[in-house]
């Protein structure tokens, strides 16, 4: 889905290291209108108004708060929350958090760390960052930013990428050299840019920031690999749609926010962790075997190097001692933190991890990519 020019509002980048000066919004007071069962002379105050004279009920309604319901313990739709994303206006991500919270204000941001820190300095009330694209597989920056932030993971939405060949007016395909785009984006038409005879990739820091380069330095051998959006808000021909090597391009973002949500079970969860282990025959599978047990499913794993220890070193009564390769692993699994069920499995990995962290439990995306 790509949001249309008009519906976007969008405040201006935050260059990197943008955190820090903003101030956190106040929590919303819910207040509506009671019928009140008190002595009806007095004011909301509960007693006369400033001229001493009685204040009915129904002048003056008392404030006072109505229950909670589950609704108002999802996300919100975004009325007003500002959402980080990396890159330029008219970038996946920017369609991303307009997915994800209709109603927001984007926030580009230069970086995908500067987007964590927007969040975490109140600049921003949510990140959107991609965590995983069908054809090129992971990002592993935001996977290792995950861990260096203490921001948590409060929803996931999945948007279906849908690139466009752009350049500047009268260019033709068959002038173009090179194209330039985000490195997943390049890797993800690939082949199609090889059939129509493109030879060179430049890779850019996003999908749109290509197109706005094109544009301004007026580049006759260059095209940009992006969204329709893209082309609209710079002002390029579309040469060609559709040009990713598989038509069913969808990639996962992450929802980050500085506070966890309160996860539930009337609706599918999720809950990602991240775990390091000793090393040692049989480990992992003992580690996997803590949700295999209790029948529950794991959507994905994901190892990253150990930065703080990226090699550990073990004596194994050879002549030098041995370096052994460090990881940390990343684990989804298809169950809310809400759930004993799941609660009793990572009491019990806790048991032999030597490092176990939840990033987040959140809703399911089940919405169509
Ligand atoms: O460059 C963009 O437009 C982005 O939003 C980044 C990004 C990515 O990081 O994977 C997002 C979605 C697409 O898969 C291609 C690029």
């Known amino acids: 889905m790509v949001v249309s020019t008009s519906s976007t509002a969008s405040s201006p980048p935050i260059p990197k290291g943008g955190g820090g000066g903003g101030r956190r919004q106040p929590p919303r007071v819910l207040s509506i209108p009671v019928r009140s069962s008190r002595r009806r002379s007095l004011s909301a105050s509960g007693g006369p108004d400033r001229s ?21 313990l999802m996300e919100p739709s975004g009325d007003g929350l500002k959402v980080a994303y990396q890159g330029c206006p008219g970038a996946y991500s920017e369609a991303a958090a307009k997915k994800a919270y209709p109603s927001c204000h984007t926030v580009p941001c230069e970086y995908f760390e500067t987007a964590f820190q927007a969040v ?7 990140a959107v960052l991609p965590l995983e694209n069908s054809l090129g597989g992971s990002i592993h920056r935001n996977y290792d930013l995950l861990l260096r932030h203490r921001l948590h993971i409060v929803g996931e939405v999945r948007l279906a990428v849908r690139h466009c060949l752009l350049a500047n007016q009268g260019v033709k395909i068959e002038s173009l050299r090179s194209a330039m785009s985000h490195p997943q ?3 993800q038409c690939e082949q199609t840019l090889t059939k129509l005879g493109i030879e060179h990739r430049e890779a850019v820091d996003d999908t749109a920031g290509a197109a706005k380069l094109i544009a301004e330095q007026k580049l006759q051998d260059t095209a940009a690999v992006a969204s329709s959006l893209a082309a609209e808000l710079y002002g390029l021909d579309i040469l060609a749609e559709n040009i990713q090597d598989d038509t069913d391009n969808v990639t996962r973002f992450m929802m980050l926010a500085r ?24 480990q992992l599978f003992k580690a996997l075997a803590v949700f295999a047990l ?4 794991l959507t994905k794993m994901e190892s990253r190097p150990h930065k703080k220890r990226p090699l550990r070193i073990a004596d194994d009564n050879c002549s030098a001692p041995l370096k052994h390769f460090d990881y940390l692993f990343y684990v989804d699994l298809e169950a809310s933190m809400a759930d004993p069920n799941a609660q009793n499995a990572l009491g019990n990995l ?9 990033l987040g439990s959140y809703p399911i995306d089940v919405s169509e990519a």
Not at 52 to 72: C, E, H, K, N
Not at 120 to 126: P, S
Not at 294 to 297: D, L
Request: charged share 30%; net charge positive; glycine share 6%.
């Open 52 to 72: 001493g004279v009685p204040v009915p009920a129904s002048r003056d309604p008392i404030s006072l708060p109505r229950p909670l319901t589950s609704a108002d």
């Open 294 to 297: 209790r029948k529950i499913n």
């Open 120 to 126: 975490e300095g109140c600049l921003a009330d949510r």
């Open 259 to 282: 506070e966890p949500i309160i996860p539930r079970t009337d609706k599918p969860f999720k809950t990602s962790i991240v775990l390091s282990l000793e090393e040692g025959p049989g």
């Open 185 to 187: 984006a390049l890797a």
């Open 350 to 358: 806790k048991e032999f991890a030597t490092f176990l962290r939840v």
